[in-house]
């Protein structure tokens, strides 16, 4: 049995991420979430052309608790999961994002990066992946804002 690491997000009790944010979902997020019993038109927004998670008045997500917890942790979306990597577009590749004040105690490995790849290349296309597509953002927060 390895080491167990822990969430930074959870130890440092941060959600910043969860505010302020356009966070892309995949047909397979929103069947996950409506399977629960939400509705798409509640927590489903569009954007330049791509759903995402829609925000309150306040700007945080939909799904944040009021004690600053995901209601959906365990079916969140693919992005959150592998938030803070985030796809640079002008470099054409997965950096950890700055707004994150943790992204350095994360650790992610080879398969994060290919899940990320097959995100950005499901909602943005190969262009956006390739670094070839002009894009309003210069991440993917597939994360990106």
């Given at each position: 049995?390895?080491?167990?690491?822990?969430?930074p997000?959870?130890?440092?009790?941060?959600?910043?991420?969860?505010?302020g944010?356009?966070?892309?979902l995949?047909?397979?997020?929103?069947?996950?979430?409506?399977?629960?019993?939400?509705?798409?038109?509640?927590?489903?927004?569009?954007?330049?052309g791509?759903?995402?998670?829609?925000?309150?008045?306040?700007?945080?997500?939909?799904?944040?608790?009021?004690?600053?917890?995901c209601?959906?942790?365990?079916?969140?979306?693919?992005?959150?999961?592998?938030?803070?990597?985030?796809?640079?577009?002008?470099?054409?590749?997965?950096?950890?994002?700055?707004?994150?004040?943790?992204?350095?105690?994360?650790?992610?490995?080879?398969?994060?990066?290919?899940?990320?790849?097959?995100?950005v290349r499901?909602?943005?296309?190969?262009e956006?992946?390739?670094?070839?597509?002009?894009?309003?953002?210069?991440?993917?927060?597939?994360?990106?804002?």
């Open positions: 049995m390895g080491v167990v690491r822990a969430n997000c959870l130890v440092h009790g941060c959600h910043s991420c969860c505010v944010n356009e966070m892309p995949r047909d397979s997020d929103i069947a996950r979430l409506e399977s629960l019993g939400y509705r798409r038109e509640d927590f489903v927004r569009v954007v330049d791509v759903r995402v998670l829609a925000t309150r008045e306040d700007g945080s997500c939909f799904f944040l608790g009021d004690d600053g917890l209601r959906v942790y365990e079916s969140r979306p693919e992005g959150c999961r592998l938030y803070p990597l985030v796809w640079h577009v002008e470099g054409g590749r997965a950096v950890l994002d700055t707004d994150c004040p943790y992204r350095h105690e994360f650790h992610f490995g080879p398969d994060a990066v290919a899940r990320l790849m097959d995100l499901e909602i943005y296309g190969e956006v992946l390739k670094g070839r597509a002009v894009h309003k953002r210069r991440r993917c927060r597939a994360s990106g804002r």
